[in-house]
């Protein structure tokens, strides 16, 4: 591993408990390969609220979501258990996270647990000894049978977050957006059940508001009557697209943020836990996006 470029960012943001962002972006060298691997730092009138690290999963992703620049990268490659320890140490050591009292690592860069999640158990319950990281988790291909596996990982490691990608209740759209559903079955029916019966705290639904897509009125109560069930156990995080060379070459689009903030007062009237996260510029830092993405293959 060797480190190509680091490149140092500072944006405002709209969230949930912080709004001002320090972003560290490493491109490293993978065996050939430029891998993105990012440290943050979020703040909140100016105290530091906790220090994040995001690792890839995988260099590639054969999910192929319309809007992620990692969609332009043709070749898929696993990474270890190893790998993964590797490039953890590397930003660990490298922002003296050792005096840090909360870091959270979070496996939302390049890649998606399901096609990897061996490889991340391992490399998880390596980091026993690590007390002060919590993790989060995402994917668009969840199921009962992976949740479960996370709810036992859960009492080894501290879970911070599980989070669901959600889109659309349309087949047709959704799939048109994440090719990878006309493949393998879209399970939210499936996940909802098991969330209903599971005791854990940390679910988290991703809803990326896309113009035309998904942000009318009459997506918004289709979603609310889709999480009725469990809208006690979950956190609904209304997201900003993230533009990428990828999400303009599919034509897909943010929607506004008036629509953005009308949606989580949808959401608060109905019972539901919610809140507001973009950043207030687009510096390429940002969740979908990677700085090397016109340089990829």
């Not at 668009?140 to 992976?146: D, M, T």
């Amino acid at each position: 591993m060797r480190l190509i470029k680091k490149i140092c960012v500072e944006n405002d943001y709209a969230g949930s408990n912080w709004d001002f962002e320090k972003t560290t972006k490493y491109i490293l060298d993978l065996d050939g390969r430029n891998v993105e691997a990012g440290y943050f730092e979020h703040y909140k009138d100016g105290t530091l609220v906790k220090s994040v690290l995001e690792l890839p999963q995988s260099y590639g992703c054969p999910s192929k979501c319309g809007f992620c620049a990692t969609s332009g990268i043709k070749n898929f490659y696993i990474f270890t258990a190893d790998i993964l320890m590797q490039l953890f140490e590397y930003l660990y050591t490298e922002n003296t996270l050792k005096d840090h009292k909360y870091v959270l690592l979070t496996m939302t860069g390049m890649g998606d647990i399901f096609y990897n999640y061996d490889n991340v158990e391992r490399f998880l319950l390596g980091l026993k000894d690590y007390t002060n990281v919590s993790v989060t988790l995402s994917s668009v291909l969840w199921n009962a049978e992976l949740l479960r596996k996370v709810e036992l990982l859960s009492s080894q490691i501290r879970i911070r977050n599980v989070q669901l990608t959600y889109i659309t209740d349309s087949d047709e759209r959704r799939s048109e957006i994440i090719p990878i559903y006309r493949q393998k079955e879209y399970l939210l029916d499936e996940v909802i059940a098991f969330m209903k019966e599971s005791h854990q705290a940390y679910y988290r639904f991703n809803y990326i508001l896309m113009k035309g897509i998904n942000d009318d009125q009459q997506d918004f109560k289709n979603f609310a009557r889709k999480m009725e069930d469990i809208k006690d156990k979950v956190i609904i995080r209304i997201s900003k697209l993230n533009e990428t060379e990828a999400s303009k070459r599919n034509h897909l689009y943010p929607a506004e943020i008036e629509v953005m903030e009308k949606f989580h007062q949808f959401l608060q009237k109905e019972g539901m836990n919610s809140y507001v996260f973009y950043a207030k510029k687009n510096d390429h830092m940002n969740c979908g996006q990677l700085i090397t993405e016109n340089k990829e293959e």
